[in-house]
Structures are given as C-alpha cells and as structure tokens.
C-alpha cells in the first residue's frame, strides 16, 4: 500500500482542525446508526427516549466535570450516553476516550458485538478508523485523527498513570466498592480528566444495585435519594434531576415512579393483572394508558432539586449547584420496556418471597426494572422477643399438626464447660408454612451396662452415636391421632467447633453410611466464600496437608451454606403477620428464651448477620440448617395442588407412607393410603391386638412415650 499526500494533508487538516460546535443529541442523530440485526442498521431517534437528549448534551459542557445517570434497565443509556458519547468523541472532537467496562470479559463483548458493529454501519465513523491493521483491536482502537479509544475493565492498571479526555464507567453498582485496594472507581477514573481541566468529562450509568443503609433516614427532599453507596451516592452529590411528565387532563406536572403505578393489583391472576396497570396522576388522579408513554416522554421535563414546574410549563425556584450533572429516572418512563412487563415481573417476584422467603428475585426486579434502591425486607423492622411470643399458639406439646407434612431435624454442637448437642425439630406444610415441633439439648450419654451416665462430649467420637438413637429414630405422634408416628425425614448436623468435633463429624456420617442412613444425614458449615449459590456440596480432601487435624479424605459430603442469605429467607418469615405460606408458628409451652436466641442477631448495613455480645443464638442457626436441608431435598420444586403431583415423604399424614401406625398388627407394616382413595376419617380399632413386644427404653422423653429419662 502506497502512501497519499492527499490522505495525508486530510488527516492533518481533520488532526488541527477545531471542535464542531453542536450538541452531542445532534451528532449522535446525524452520523450514528444503530444495528439492529440482520446486517440492517437504523439512524438513532431522540424522539424514542427523549429523555436522554438533556445527560447527552451535559457531556460536552463545561459547567460539569460529570454526568451521573441512574435509570433501570432497557432505557437506552447505553446506546445514547456510551455509544451515542463515543460517536461524537471520533467525529466532532477527536479526542481519546476510556470506556471502562464491568469486566474484562464484557468489555471484550461491548467491543466486539456494540462497538464494531456501530462502526461498520456508520459511514462517518467508518472512515475515521486507522488503515492501519494494528490499530484496530478489542480493546484499543486508534482514528486518523490519532485519538485512542480504550475499552477496559476496573482495575488499578487501567485507572491509573494515563490521561484521558473522556472516561466513561458503565454498570457502576456491580463494581467492587474497592478497586485494588486504591479506592473507590469514581474517584480513580475522574483523576483521569483533570490535566484537560473543564474541557474533560467523566460518566457514570448504572441501576441501583447497593442495599440501603439507613432505613430510618428521613429525605430532606422528593429528589434526594436514599443512602446508600454506589451510583446514588454520586447521584446525591449532583444537582439531583428528576424527570417530570405533563398530565394530560390537569396540565400538571408529576413523576413517572412506582408510586404512582395502579390498578395492577386487583386480579389474581398476574397476566391480566399486568395488562391493566396504569400510571396515576397524584393531583387529578386521572389515569395514562400506556399507549401516552413516548408522547410524554417527548414532552417531559428535567427539574433540579430546588426546582418547580407549573401547568403552564414555566420552571420556577433555584436549582441545586454541583459541577456534577446528576440524573435519576425509573422504570414506568422506559422506552424498551412496557408497563406490563414491569408489572408482571414485579409481581412474580413479590409471589416467589412469599412462598420461599427469597429475596434475590425481588432484588433484581426492583434494581433493574424499576430503577430503584432495594429495602431488604429482612431490615424493615427490628423484631423483638415479646412481639413473636405474641404468636404463640395452643398447640399440643411435641405433637404434629394436622397440615405438617414431613419433619426435619436441626443439630448444633456446643463447645466450652456446657458442652452440648442442641436439636430443634421442624415441621413443614405446604409453601413454607412451618411449625416449630420440639427443641432440647442432649448433654449426657445413654447409660452404659452399669447404668452410668456420662457427660456428653463432642470432642469423643463414640459420643456422637446418641444422635442416631435420640434424634433421627425419633418419632412424633400427630395431634389428631396419637397412634400415629411421623418419623424424622432427615437430619442436619453442625460440623464445626472446637478440636476435634470437625472430624467427629466425619466419622459420624461414616458410620451412618455403613449403617444404610447417609441419605438422611447431612453435615452443613457456614461457608467462608460468598457465592451466588445458596448451598454448594463439596467433598473436604486435606490427605496433602499435614497441618489439619481432621481426617478429610474426599469421601465425606460436607455441604457449605451462605448463611447470612438463610437468615434472611428465615427473617422474612419471622415477619409474615397472617398464617398460611411462609409462617412460622410457635407453641405455647416454649418459653422466652427460645426468643431471645431467634432475635439476638443483628443485621448489618452490608447484609452480614452479627452477634453483638456473647449471647446465645441457636434457635436461629436451626432454622437456618433446617430449611437448607429441606432446599435441598427438593421442597422448593414442589408444585402444590395434586397430592399425586407431590413427592411420598412431602404428602400429607393421611397419604404419607412414612407415618408409622401403632393400630396395625406386629407382623405387618402399616400401608399407604393410596392417593387416588378417598381418604376416610381414622376409626380407632375395635379389633383385638396382639400383645406388642416390649420396646428398648427410651432414655429421652418426647417420644412415643414419657420414661422419665434423664432429659
């Protein structure tokens, strides 16, 4: 390839030449077209989000070192701000650019399925590329004008030691709060910008995606946003815009938020439901169709805080000052995503924490779709012991209710002088309905030949066989029939604490095995890995270190729980108020201090569960075991209605074939109802029995009978 001085008096001629003096909404509509598949491309409409004509044209200001938008998703803030951004960068002020991705995988991704594609069917752009092979990669990218487009990821390497006239960070709230231990993103990519002084410019786009910290913080304004860091923190140090449509009834101006969605909660069933939503004017109360949305999107108006609009249009008081040009718009006023989607979503995530006390779903749908900062529901209230004493119920002492269905038990081991095994049994219905059915502590032995009894120690590995005889074997007569027995379905047992008890615990499920019963122990542990999954199975081999004492040998499954996500799904029930799915009811004969143990812990602001003192906590670590073990047999994937639908062990006492019945003879085993039989009330039986054999005694009472035994 030969040179051309023609090219070459052209690329200098476009290198020296001055800024175009336009809008950037105007060069992105003039030379930017949008692919849209297919090898077809569209040129960008400002009429279809409006609403992003005002944060484009901010970038190219010298009133503001930074522009903040915050929006849900499906707004077009990619297209408009970053791609829209990049576009009049290369074409009317070449100058270089960093685009700072979520990850280096995603940068990758942006450049090659948004960035080339944009370029290629934007003759404009096109022709500014380098000729030069090189200069053309997926995360750099050189012009004639010799500008630079860099395509990066958060990383101390990338946000430090160059300059950049423009930076741009995009999906800001999934970013680590700490880039490297050098600080937060925001304040290492705006130090980029500086050498340019007012001509250079930092953007920040993202959805909510950080809890909020203060839940009794009072705004001082309808424009302030919650506490909470991330992008709304950046947010609140701007001048706070919100966006405004005009009614078309009253003329007045309101906010197209969630507040003002209706009539989307009146039908049981969500698709219809959905279709009916309706945005309200909070001042005439006259409802918008949806079909009104791009109309009032072109129409409607940025206010700062400190700013008032009135019917006829004209903006009155002083706005905020800040050299930060601050956005926040929700999700009703989305141009790519409809009402009924958004309500539909929201519903079906508000139906899934009902039924399994899940928050994640619901997380999601109200950062992403709606835009806004998420209020775990496990923080709206400090829960106190005397208000869940409140809900106890009269309910027979170690018995199994009518609607339970199978039963599960918890066990912790505790170290120290007191030591203990402590065993909570629970009982569970349909949708997460829970009762709690027994709790006690083992802390002696079962006697020995001489009858002696010996304290319990967790630290001895013979004396972890006691859970066998007086936890999984234990067998709880239902409320309605005494001679009926519901038996232990499984059994969650604690492998941590002190020296020793971790091995223990293997050779205990070890045992188990040999004895035809390891699919219904399980050992969990907290894990010390957050993950996005709940319960992850893992096989503990330490044969290679010789600094472990305890004997993992990869044979032994030892599941690992995120806790503080359990104890949410386990505070969201202790807030249900109405029984049915979700509820966990209390006996009355359990007394305060059992409470005490389920509120002692506290939630922090970064959604980690904390012991304040040295006070006792177990009931709440039971639960926790409890409902993993459950998840992971299988009971959140119950589709209730059909009992024929429903696995054996989850059906209930009339049709569940584990229920022992004491009315039926020695020799033969009692036999399940069949499902597809009209079940019959229980009639005592009138027959004559044999005499039953006499039973080993049992040295822990609650069971199918009181001994008097040392508990």
């Not at 030069?132 to 395509?151: M, S, T």
């Not at 998420?374 to 005397?386: F, G, I, V």
């Not at 936890?471 to 002190?498: C, F, W």
């Amino acid at each position: 390839m030969f040179a051309s001085a023609k090219e070459i008096r052209c690329d200098i001629a476009n290198a020296i030449k001055a800024p175009r003096r336009m809008k950037v909404s105007e060069a992105v509509a003039e030379y930017m077209r949008v692919p849209v598949g297919g090898g077809n491309s569209v040129k960008w409409d400002k009429h279809t989000a409006a609403y992003m004509l005002e944060p484009m044209n901010c970038l190219n200001s010298r009133e503001y070192d930074a522009v903040v938008f915050v929006g849900p998703a499906r707004t077009g803030k990619t297209i408009g701000l970053i791609d829209g951004w990049i576009t009049y960068s290369i074409i009317c002020d070449p100058s270089d650019f960093l685009l700072v991705q979520l990850t280096q995988e995603k940068a990758s991704e942006h450049s090659r399925k948004r960035l080339d594609r944009t370029f290629r069917c934007s003759p404009e752009i096109a022709k500014r590329l380098s000729p030069r092979k090189n200069d053309n990669n997926v995360h750099d990218k050189y012009f004639r004008a010799g500008n630079l487009l860099k395509i990066g990821w958060p990383s101390i390497n990338v946000l430090s030691s160059s300059d950049y006239k423009y930076v741009a960070l995009t999906d800001y709230d999934r970013w680590p709060d700490d880039i490297d231990g050098e600080g937060d993103g925001f304040s290492l990519a705006s130090k980029r910008t500086t050498t340019f002084m007012s001509a250079g410019m930092t953007l920040v786009e993202s959805s909510p995606g950080k809890d909020i910290v203060d839940i009794k913080h009072v705004p001082k304004s309808s424009h302030e946003a919650p506490p909470t860091t991330g992008i709304l923190s950046l947010y609140n140090r701007g001048d706070r815009r919100r966006f405004y449509w005009q009614c078309p009834e009253c003329s007045e101006y309101f906010e197209p938020s969630m507040a003002n969605m209706v009539d989307f909660r009146d039908e049981p069933d969500f698709v219809t439901a959905s279709e009916k939503a309706r945005l309200q004017c909070p001042h005439c109360l006259h409802k918008i169709p949806p079909e009104m949305k791009r109309e009032l999107n072109i129409n409607g108006v940025w206010l700062k805080e400190g700013q008032k609009i009135d019917a006829s249009g004209q903006i009155l008081g002083n706005g905020r000052k800040s050299r930060i040009a601050s956005f926040w718009l929700e999700g009703p006023a989305a141009a790519y995503q409809t009402w009924a989607q958004l309500t539909y979503k929201l519903l079906t995530a508000e139906q899934e924490y009902d039924l399994t006390g899940s928050e994640e779903t619901l997380k999601a749908v109200i950062n992403t779709d709606w835009g806004l900062p998420y209020l775990p529901r496990s923080a709206l209230e400090q829960r106190r012991a005397d208000e869940l004493m409140e809900r106890r119920e009269e309910l027979k002492e170690k018995t199994v209710p009518p609607q339970c269905r199978f039963l599960i038990a918890a066990v912790d081991v505790q170290g120290g002088r007191n030591r203990r095994f402590v065993v909570q049994i629970v009982g569970y219905g349909e949708n997460g309905e829970r009762w709690l059915i027994d709790r006690y502590n083992i802390s002696h032995t079962l006697p020995d030949e001489d009858g002696v009894v010996e304290k319990i120690d967790p630290r001895l590995p013979d004396d972890w066989h006691i859970l066998i005889s007086d936890v999984l074997e234990k067998q709880y007569p239902l409320s309605t029939h005494d001679n009926r027995l519901m038996p232990i379905l499984a059994m969650a047992v604690d492998s941590g604490g002190e020296e020793g008890v971790t091995d223990n615990a293997y050779k205990f499920w070890r045992k188990c095995r040999r004895d035809g019963l390891a699919k219904k122990v399980y050992l969990v542990k907290g894990d010390s890995t957050k993950r996005q999954k709940l319960i992850t199975k893992s096989y503990p081999d330490n044969t290679t270190r010789s600094d472990r004492h305890s004997s993992a040998r990869g044979d032994v499954p030892l599941y690992l729980l995120q806790t503080d996500q359990l104890k949410d799904r386990i505070s969201n029930a202790l807030a249900k108020t109405s029984q049915g799915s979700n509820y966990i009811h209390f006996p009355d004969w359990i007394g305060q201090w059992f409470f005490d143990e389920l509120v002692y812990e506290e939630r922090g602001a970064d959604g980690k569960w904390f012991k304040p003192g040295k006070g006792n906590n177990e009931a709440l670590d039971l639960f926790c075991y409890a409902h993993a073990i459950a998840i992971l047999r299988g009971y959140e994937r119950i589709k209730w209605g059909d009992e024929r639908n429903i696995p054996e062990w989850a059906r209930l006492p009339e049709l569940n074939p584990n229920i022992i019945n004491l009315e039926a003879p020695h020799n033969e085993q009692a036999q399940a109802v069949s499902v597809e039989e009209k079940f019959t009330p229980l009639i005592p039986n009138t027959q004559p029995e044999k005499p039953k054999s006499t039973t080993q005694q049992r040295w822990l009472s609650g069971g199918v009978r009181k001994t008097g035994g040392w508990l």
